[in-house]
Nanobody, 116 residues
Framework: QVQPVESGGGLVQPGGSLRLSCAPSGNIFDIKEMGWYRQAPGKQRELVADINTGGRTNYAASVKGRFTISRDSAKNTVYLQMNSLKPEDTAVYYC??????????WGQGTQVTVSS
């Protein structure tokens, strides 16, 4: 099964920036939507942002104005630019791919830690 592969996580100080990337592990041609979710210790997984094939974006209220999701359709790659990071943004970030015909899938996750 084709799975999303994330990269770009790490440790950053409060106020800093990181960019996450995600691309499927194989060729798929029916991507409907790609998105980022996150899960902090002891909390449920929550939507951060998603983007569909038409370019429509959707953001969690907590990240609006700080995070930007974008997509390179030719590369089937989605990016999450995270600016003005806060300690409460610390979580494992997961990429999600929703497809028209194939099954949806989750990546393994990438750790983002915001700490001084």
């Amino acid at each position: 099964q084709v799975q999303p592969v994330e990269s770009g996580g790490g440790l950053v100080q409060p106020g800093g920036s990181l960019r996450l990337s995600c691309a499927p592990s194989g060729n798929i041609f029916d991507i409907k939507e790609m998105g980022w979710y996150r899960q902090a210790p002891g909390k449920q997984r929550e939507l951060v942002a998603d983007i569909n094939t038409g370019g429509r974006t959707n953001y969690a209220a907590s990240v609006k104005g700080r995070f930007t999701i974008s997509r390179d359709s030719a590369k089937n790659t989605v990016y999450l630019q995270m600016n003005s990071l806060k300690p409460e943004d610390t979580a494992v970030y997961y990429c999600h791919i929703d497809r028209i015909w194939g099954p949806p899938s989750w990546g393994q996750g990438t750790q983002v830690t915001v700490s001084s």
